[in-house]
């Protein structure tokens, strides 16, 4: 599943994803917008999420930490029958996520991006630690007709004009979390692995 995607996302893109009236559109963009070719479990990334009537951009660990001993963080959870009104939901923005394909290493790397927007949005949850450190999980649901031939499932990709509709779930989850139609993915191979 999802373990590695990218965040080019500039600053005038983010602000323009921000100026729906369900995201109390104006906010300035924050330093938390970093850009970054790979960020992976265990990394920081920007994470939007609910602050009062409007939403906050926060910096946040990839993946949960790990439920029992030996075990490894929670980077991707599925959204098959669950209901999340009661969760802390987020979406993880990002300007493309990655899958990978083979047997040996390098594999082969398959990038996802939206094919009419340059940033994109994943359902998400967040939790805080006894300490204070934030973190999210990824959201997955049945891969679509773009992601299929990949991977057997995907992550819960958002267009921005719906990130309002799930960080204050206006819309039903079974819409939000459904994976997007055919053609809506640009799917390129960025790195060609061994098999």
């Given amino acids: ?51 009062g009537n409007g939403v906050e951009l926060v910096l946040m660990q990839f993946g949960f930490p790990p439920p029992r001993a030996k075990a490894g963080p929670v980077f991707n959870f599925k959204s098959d029958g669950r209901h999340f009104a009661e969760s802390r939901r987020c979406v993880v923005v990002l300007s ?13 790397k398959h990038r996802f991006a939206l094919r009419d927007a340059p940033v994109m949005g994943i359902a998400g949850l967040w939790s ?11 959201l997955t649901t049945e891969p679509g007709p773009d992601v299929a031939p990949i991977h057997n499932r995907q992550v819960c990709v958002l267009r921005p004009a719906d990130w309002a509709a799930w960080l204050f779930l206006t819309r039903p989850e079974a819409e939000l979390l459904a994976p997007l139609p055919a053609g809506s993915l640009v799917v390129e191979v960025v790195r060609e692995g061994r098999d």
């Fill in 1 to 51: 599943m999802c373990n590695d995607y990218e965040q080019h996302v500039s600053q005038a893109e983010y602000a323009r994803a921000l100026a729906a009236p369900e995201l109390n559109g104006g906010i300035e963009p924050e330093p938390a917008l970093i850009l970054a070719d790979d960020i992976r479990i265990g990394d920081r990334g920007p994470v939007l999420r609910a602050a």
């Fill in 128 to 138: 805080q630690a006894a300490d204070g450190a934030l973190s999210f999980t990824m």
């Fill in 96 to 108: 493309g996520f990655f899958e990978f394909t083979g047997s040996k290493y390098p594999k082969t």
